[in-house]
């Protein structure tokens, strides 16, 4: 995939609705077998791990998620937190469940160091789809960003 299609479709997930990243990227991968864009990560370990790495917003298909995805997975820095219950996503038109979004906060373990300390807010979105029956439910998106930095003195 040229860099050219890999910006189009990065800076349609950016500004994409809900709905439009179940029905264009998450269905077709489970349904139909498409393949996820080769320049997005395929993370199975993305709960594990400090999201301080990433310089922009990273989209991440996520295979297999487990139960406790979220809960109480981390690394050494912290670890992703729920921060409400799922979000129903329906089709606009129609009303029918397509599937849920969960928003989760990275949370920093405290640290007893001195001085300027840099504050990061990271955020993720999880999508999956309504199905239970699917084999391959397991499979979620994931939109990890950024939300603010800011300097504090500890």
Same mark, same amino acid.
């Given at each position: 995939?040229?860099?050219?299609?890999?910006?189009?479709?990065?800076?349609?997930?950016?500004?994409?609705?809900?709905?439009?990243?179940?029905?264009r990227?998450?269905?077709?991968?489970?349904?139909?077998?498409?393949?996820?864009?080769?320049?997005?990560d395929e993370?199975?370990?993305?709960?594990?791990?400090?999201?301080s790495?990433?310089?922009?917003?990273?989209?991440?298909i996520?295979k297999?998620?487990?139960?406790?995805?979220? =809960? +109480?997975? #981390?690394? /050494? %820095?912290?670890?992703?937190?729920? !921060?409400?219950?799922?979000? &129903?996503?329906?089709?606009?038109?129609?009303?029918?469940?397509?599937?849920?979004?969960?928003?989760?906060?990275?949370?920093?373990?405290?640290? =007893? +160091?001195? #001085?300027r /300390? %840099?504050?990061?807010?990271?955020? !993720?979105?999880?999508?999956? &789809?309504?199905?239970?029956?699917?084999?391959?439910?397991?499979?979620?998106?994931?939109?990890?960003?950024?939300?603010?930095?800011?300097?504090?003195? +500890?």
């Amino acid at each position: 995939m040229a860099s050219a299609e890999y910006l189009r479709i990065r800076n349609e997930l950016m500004g994409a609705g809900d709905e439009l990243i179940l029905s264009r990227y998450l269905k077709p991968m489970i349904d139909e077998g498409a393949s996820w864009p080769q320049h997005f990560d395929e993370d199975s370990d993305v709960f594990n791990k400090n999201p301080s790495a990433i310089s922009n917003t990273l989209f991440v298909i996520v295979k297999p998620r487990t139960e406790t995805c979220g =809960k +109480t997975d #981390g690394c /050494e %820095y912290g670890s992703w937190r729920t !921060m409400a219950g799922d979000k &129903l996503i329906k089709n606009e038109e129609t009303g029918k469940l397509l599937g849920f979004k969960k928003i989760l906060k990275f949370c920093l373990k405290k640290t =007893k +160091t001195r #001085g300027r /300390e %840099y504050k990061r807010s990271w955020v !993720m979105e999880e999508y999956r &789809l309504a199905s239970k029956w699917n084999p391959k439910q397991d499979h979620v998106i994931c939109k990890i960003r950024l939300l603010w930095v800011h300097t504090c003195r +500890t």
